[in-house]
Protein backbone atom coordinates (compact mmCIF):
# COMPACT_ATOMS: atom_id res chain seq x y z
CA UNK A 1 0.00 0.00 0.00
CA UNK A 2 1.29 3.31 -0.62
CA UNK A 3 -1.08 5.38 0.97
CA UNK A 4 -1.56 9.09 0.50
CA UNK A 5 0.62 10.31 -2.90
CA UNK A 6 1.22 13.43 -4.00
CA UNK A 7 1.97 14.95 -7.24
CA UNK A 8 4.09 16.78 -7.89
CA UNK A 9 6.81 17.45 -4.71
CA UNK A 10 8.16 20.64 -5.93
CA UNK A 11 6.39 23.35 -8.05
CA UNK A 12 7.86 26.85 -8.74
CA UNK A 13 5.50 29.11 -10.61
CA UNK A 14 5.03 32.16 -11.60
CA UNK A 15 2.26 35.06 -10.07
CA UNK A 16 -0.85 34.06 -12.56
CA UNK A 17 -0.01 30.91 -13.11
CA UNK A 18 -2.56 28.45 -12.40
CA UNK A 19 -1.78 24.34 -11.23
CA UNK A 20 -2.87 21.71 -10.31
CA UNK A 21 -2.13 19.36 -7.14
CA UNK A 22 -3.04 16.05 -7.63
CA UNK A 23 -2.92 13.67 -4.40
CA UNK A 24 -4.35 9.85 -4.38
CA UNK A 25 -5.28 6.94 -1.44
CA UNK A 26 -5.26 3.49 -2.17
CA UNK A 27 -6.74 2.60 1.63
CA UNK A 28 -10.45 2.61 0.33
CA UNK A 29 -10.82 5.90 2.80
CA UNK A 30 -14.15 7.69 2.32
CA UNK A 31 -13.11 11.57 3.24
CA UNK A 32 -10.13 13.63 1.83
CA UNK A 33 -8.46 16.93 2.54
CA UNK A 34 -6.33 19.89 1.93
CA UNK A 35 -3.84 21.33 4.41
CA UNK A 36 -1.66 24.08 3.53
CA UNK A 37 1.15 24.27 6.26
CA UNK A 38 3.22 27.26 6.77
CA UNK A 39 6.08 28.69 9.58
CA UNK A 40 4.88 28.65 12.91
CA UNK A 41 1.36 28.55 11.86
CA UNK A 42 0.58 24.75 12.11
CA UNK A 43 -1.32 23.02 9.26
CA UNK A 44 -4.52 24.98 8.03
CA UNK A 45 -7.64 23.30 6.57
CA UNK A 46 -8.22 24.40 2.35
CA UNK A 47 -10.81 22.05 1.81
CA UNK A 48 -12.37 18.84 2.55
CA UNK A 49 -14.08 16.26 0.81
CA UNK A 50 -16.37 13.73 3.22
CA UNK A 51 -17.38 11.38 0.57
CA UNK A 52 -17.31 10.69 -2.89
CA UNK A 53 -19.25 13.65 -4.92
CA UNK A 54 -19.14 16.16 -2.15
CA UNK A 55 -16.44 18.95 -1.22
CA UNK A 56 -16.88 22.13 1.29
CA UNK A 57 -14.72 24.80 2.38
CA UNK A 58 -12.40 24.60 5.15
CA UNK A 59 -10.66 27.18 7.09
CA UNK A 60 -8.70 29.36 4.16
CA UNK A 61 -10.62 28.22 1.02
CA UNK A 62 -10.18 31.81 -1.30
CA UNK A 63 -8.10 31.21 -4.29
CA UNK A 64 -8.37 27.57 -4.55
CA UNK A 65 -10.46 25.19 -5.54
CA UNK A 66 -11.24 21.37 -5.25
CA UNK A 67 -12.68 18.15 -7.92
CA UNK A 68 -13.06 15.05 -6.17
CA UNK A 69 -12.65 13.24 -9.21
CA UNK A 70 -13.67 9.94 -7.67
CA UNK A 71 -12.95 8.00 -4.27
CA UNK A 72 -9.38 7.80 -4.67
CA UNK A 73 -8.88 11.05 -6.04
CA UNK A 74 -8.94 14.34 -4.89
CA UNK A 75 -7.32 17.34 -6.80
CA UNK A 76 -6.51 21.22 -5.54
CA UNK A 77 -6.10 23.85 -8.11
CA UNK A 78 -4.87 27.36 -8.20
CA UNK A 79 -6.50 29.75 -10.71
CA UNK A 80 -4.23 32.37 -10.65
CA UNK A 81 -1.29 31.87 -7.81
CA UNK A 82 0.22 34.71 -5.81
CA UNK A 83 2.86 34.84 -3.70
CA UNK A 84 0.51 34.61 -0.35
CA UNK A 85 0.28 30.79 -2.00
CA UNK A 86 3.74 30.27 -1.28
CA UNK A 87 3.58 27.20 1.27
CA UNK A 88 3.98 23.30 1.82
CA UNK A 89 0.21 21.61 1.05
CA UNK A 90 -0.58 18.38 2.42
CA UNK A 91 -3.52 15.95 1.06
CA UNK A 92 -4.71 13.40 3.77
CA UNK A 93 -7.38 11.14 4.26
CA UNK A 94 -9.79 9.50 6.45
CA UNK A 95 -11.85 6.42 6.83
CA UNK A 96 -14.95 8.47 7.02
CA UNK A 97 -15.59 11.96 7.64
CA UNK A 98 -16.78 10.52 11.60
CA UNK A 99 -13.07 9.53 11.90
CA UNK A 100 -11.97 12.68 10.63
CA UNK A 101 -9.32 12.48 13.68
CA UNK A 102 -7.50 9.71 12.29
CA UNK A 103 -5.75 11.40 9.54
CA UNK A 104 -3.45 9.55 7.04
CA UNK A 105 -0.97 12.65 5.55
CA UNK A 106 0.60 12.63 1.76
CA UNK A 107 4.39 13.87 1.69
CA UNK A 108 3.18 16.97 0.60
CA UNK A 109 3.91 19.63 -2.21
CA UNK A 110 6.19 22.18 -2.09
CA UNK A 111 4.89 25.18 -3.88
CA UNK A 112 6.64 28.78 -4.62
CA UNK A 113 4.60 31.74 -6.03
CA UNK A 114 7.39 34.56 -7.36
CA UNK B 1 -4.87 34.86 19.77
CA UNK B 2 -4.88 31.30 18.34
CA UNK B 3 -7.23 29.06 19.17
CA UNK B 4 -4.14 26.13 20.07
CA UNK B 5 -0.78 27.43 21.05
CA UNK B 6 2.57 25.55 21.15
CA UNK B 7 6.13 26.47 21.88
CA UNK B 8 7.53 26.22 18.54
CA UNK B 9 11.14 25.29 20.06
CA UNK B 10 13.33 23.74 19.63
CA UNK B 11 13.15 21.91 22.77
CA UNK B 12 17.15 20.09 22.67
CA UNK B 13 17.75 17.38 25.16
CA UNK B 14 20.04 14.26 25.56
CA UNK B 15 18.91 10.39 24.90
CA UNK B 16 17.18 8.96 27.50
CA UNK B 17 15.77 12.73 29.09
CA UNK B 18 12.28 12.84 29.72
CA UNK B 19 10.44 14.86 27.38
CA UNK B 20 7.23 16.92 28.03
CA UNK B 21 5.82 18.48 25.23
CA UNK B 22 2.63 20.57 25.74
CA UNK B 23 -0.09 22.68 24.17
CA UNK B 24 -3.00 25.46 25.61
CA UNK B 25 -6.17 25.96 24.05
CA UNK B 26 -8.45 28.59 24.73
CA UNK B 27 -11.94 26.26 22.80
CA UNK B 28 -13.74 24.52 25.49
CA UNK B 29 -15.86 22.74 23.20
CA UNK B 30 -12.82 20.44 22.19
CA UNK B 31 -12.90 16.64 23.20
CA UNK B 32 -10.62 15.00 20.93
CA UNK B 33 -7.06 15.52 21.36
CA UNK B 34 -4.38 14.10 18.80
CA UNK B 35 -0.59 13.93 18.53
CA UNK B 36 0.79 14.03 15.11
CA UNK B 37 4.87 13.50 15.05
CA UNK B 38 6.24 15.28 11.98
CA UNK B 39 9.88 14.28 10.40
CA UNK B 40 11.90 16.83 8.59
CA UNK B 41 10.31 17.48 4.59
CA UNK B 42 7.69 14.26 5.64
CA UNK B 43 4.06 14.70 6.19
CA UNK B 44 2.35 14.20 9.58
CA UNK B 45 1.77 10.92 11.12
CA UNK B 46 -0.77 10.21 13.96
CA UNK B 47 0.92 8.77 17.17
CA UNK B 48 -1.96 8.80 19.95
CA UNK B 49 -5.36 10.46 20.35
CA UNK B 50 -7.54 10.81 23.32
CA UNK B 51 -11.16 11.42 23.75
CA UNK B 52 -12.08 14.01 26.68
CA UNK B 53 -10.03 13.88 29.67
CA UNK B 54 -7.46 11.56 31.50
CA UNK B 55 -4.16 9.73 30.46
CA UNK B 56 -3.36 7.18 27.62
CA UNK B 57 -0.42 5.56 27.30
CA UNK B 58 1.13 3.47 24.21
CA UNK B 59 4.85 2.31 24.50
CA UNK B 60 7.11 5.07 25.43
CA UNK B 61 4.16 7.71 24.81
CA UNK B 62 2.06 8.97 27.48
CA UNK B 63 -0.72 11.44 26.04
CA UNK B 64 -2.71 13.61 28.89
CA UNK B 65 -5.26 15.66 29.11
CA UNK B 66 -6.21 18.40 31.77
CA UNK B 67 -9.45 20.44 30.15
CA UNK B 68 -10.31 22.21 33.55
CA UNK B 69 -6.69 23.84 32.67
CA UNK B 70 -7.27 23.59 29.17
CA UNK B 71 -3.95 21.99 28.63
CA UNK B 72 -2.55 19.09 27.04
CA UNK B 73 0.83 17.15 27.22
CA UNK B 74 2.76 14.34 25.46
CA UNK B 75 5.27 12.90 27.78
CA UNK B 76 7.59 10.54 25.73
CA UNK B 77 10.13 8.45 27.97
CA UNK B 78 13.73 6.89 27.20
CA UNK B 79 13.60 9.52 24.37
CA UNK B 80 15.81 8.28 21.22
CA UNK B 81 17.54 10.50 18.58
CA UNK B 82 14.69 8.91 15.90
CA UNK B 83 12.65 10.76 18.10
CA UNK B 84 13.80 13.83 16.78
CA UNK B 85 10.66 15.55 14.52
CA UNK B 86 8.16 18.23 15.38
CA UNK B 87 5.39 17.06 17.13
CA UNK B 88 1.80 18.94 16.82
CA UNK B 89 -1.29 18.89 18.85
CA UNK B 90 -4.58 18.48 17.21
CA UNK B 91 -8.24 18.96 18.42
CA UNK B 92 -11.67 18.66 17.69
CA UNK B 93 -14.96 19.50 19.17
CA UNK B 94 -16.68 15.89 17.87
CA UNK B 95 -15.23 12.59 16.22
CA UNK B 96 -16.44 14.34 12.52
CA UNK B 97 -15.09 18.09 13.09
CA UNK B 98 -12.53 19.60 11.03
CA UNK B 99 -8.96 19.63 13.16
CA UNK B 100 -7.51 22.68 14.29
CA UNK B 101 -3.86 22.48 14.94
CA UNK B 102 -0.66 24.23 16.81
CA UNK B 103 1.84 25.29 15.12
CA UNK B 104 4.32 22.61 16.63
CA UNK B 105 6.90 22.25 18.70
CA UNK B 106 10.68 20.76 17.02
CA UNK B 107 12.47 18.50 19.39
CA UNK B 108 15.87 17.27 18.76
CA UNK B 109 17.58 14.05 20.94
CA UNK B 110 21.05 14.40 21.20
CA UNK B 111 23.14 10.93 21.14
Known amino acids: NAGVTQTPKFQVLKTGQSMTLQCAQD?????MYWYRQDPGMGLRLIYY???????DKGEVPNGYNVSRLNKREFSLRLESAAPSQTSVYFC?????????????FGPGTRLTVT | QKEVEQDPGPLSVPEGAIVSLNCTYS??????FMWYRQYSRKGPELLMY????GNKEDGRFTAQVDKSSKYISLFIRDSQPSDSATYLC???????????FGGGTRLMVKP
Open chain 1, 27 to 31: MNHNS
Open chain 1, 92 to 104: ASSEMAALAYEQY
Open chain 1, 49 to 55: SASEGTT
Open chain 2, 50 to 53: TYSS
Open chain 2, 27 to 32: NSAFQY
Open chain 2, 90 to 100: AMSANAGNMLT
